[in-house]
């Protein structure tokens, strides 16, 4: 069983022509309403490629929690640990300007309801799962609550970086980042000064972790357990929305590695699903299910 300890959000994905600047109005073009939070896009991902996924996490009381509940639901998640707080639910408004650039406000409402308490309430469930997952969109004592019962692999996704107990950082196995959190986290650790991706993943394998997986978008990710770094490419695909493709990453990641698969073919898996997912727009709904054709990796 795969354990999601994580953000549960609604994500409001506004397109315009040109953001407005302080004091401005501008007018809209689009509006969707999709479910989200890196927490539960890791669990649906998992899910849909027939993983057996608890999610931990809190929603609010509002209507907008059953939207951030509606695709865990139908992709089978077990929610018996999810958590209905008074409050809103945790959601992001995003805007998406004709030139590409992004603009999101997160409002964490109900995740900030995520507790220890709440991990703790579940620990059986976490100290029997192969594989627990955790993000950044908790609080950082949640996190490392869920780290400590985990009896089983950890995936700890560091997005966004926040500030961890070394101790509990360094249960990661893997740590999965991209270039930029990679960097952060290597600070958060006092280690060495690097300057490229490898050597970030040298410097983060030095301060301890166990092993690393950072994240390259098109380039594919690199992965070491300590005994050298391997590239893997990731598959060349016409990519249309890179939403949430991180956590189709991680998602992926982690059914291989319940599954008993090695770091470096579930890594391999994990870049052919994250491909995947860049080809169609959202996050959930962009994710593919057992029998869908992934990309091939690039040779
Ligand atoms: P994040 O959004 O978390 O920074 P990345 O952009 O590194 O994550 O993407 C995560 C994974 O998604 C990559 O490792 C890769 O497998 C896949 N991916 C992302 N962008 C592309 C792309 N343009 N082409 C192919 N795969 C991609």
Do not use: W
């Not at 991209?178 to 970030?200: I, K, M, W």
């Not at 301060?207 to 390259?216: F, I, P, Q």
């Amino acid at each position: 069983r795969i354990v999601v300890v994580g953000s549960i959000n609604v994500d409001l994905v506004v397109t315009l022509e040109r953001h407005p600047r302080p004091g401005e109005t501008v007018r809209g073009r689009s509006l969707t309403v999709l479910p989200g939070g890196k927490g539960a896009n890791q669990a649906v991902a998992a899910a849909l490629l027939g993983g057996h996924v608890t999610m931990i996490g809190a929603v609010g009381s509002d209507e907008y929690a059953d939207t951030g509940l509606s695709m865990l639901t139908s992709a089978g998640v077990d929610l018996r640990a999810v958590r209905r707080s008074p409050g809103t639910t945790g959601i992001a408004i995003v805007e998406v300007s004709d030139d590409g650039e992004n603009t999101i406000v997160v409002v964490p409402g109900a995740n900030a309801e995520a507790t220890p308490a709440l991990v703790d309430s579940a620990a059986e469930t976490i100290a029997d799962a192969a594989v627990v997952v955790a993000q950044g969109e908790v609080p950082a004592d949640t996190t490392e609550a869920a780290m400590r019962l985990g009896s089983g692999r950890v995936i700890l996704n560091l997005a966004p970086v926040i500030h961890l107990n070394r101790e509990a950082l360094l249960l990661a196995d893997p740590l999965v980042v991209n270039e930029h959190e990679g960097a952060l986290v290597l600070a958060q650790l006092g280690g060495r000064e690097a300057s490229d991706e490898q050597s970030v993943v040298e410097a983060l394998l030095e301060c301890g972790l166990a092993s690393v997986v950072m994240t390259l978008g098109a380039a594919g990710a690199l992965v070491s357990d300590g005994g050298g770094i391997i590239a893997v490419p990731a598959p060349r695909v016409d990519a249309v929305d890179s939403t949430g493709a991180g956590d189709a990453f991680v998602g992926a990641l982690a059914v291989r590695l319940a599954e008993g698969s090695g770091l470096e073919d579930s890594v391999r898996f994990a870049v052919q699903v994250g491909a995947y997912a860049v080809q169609h727009a959202g996050a959930q709904p962009s994710y593919p299910a057992l029998d869908d054709d992934l990309p091939l990796q690039a040779q």
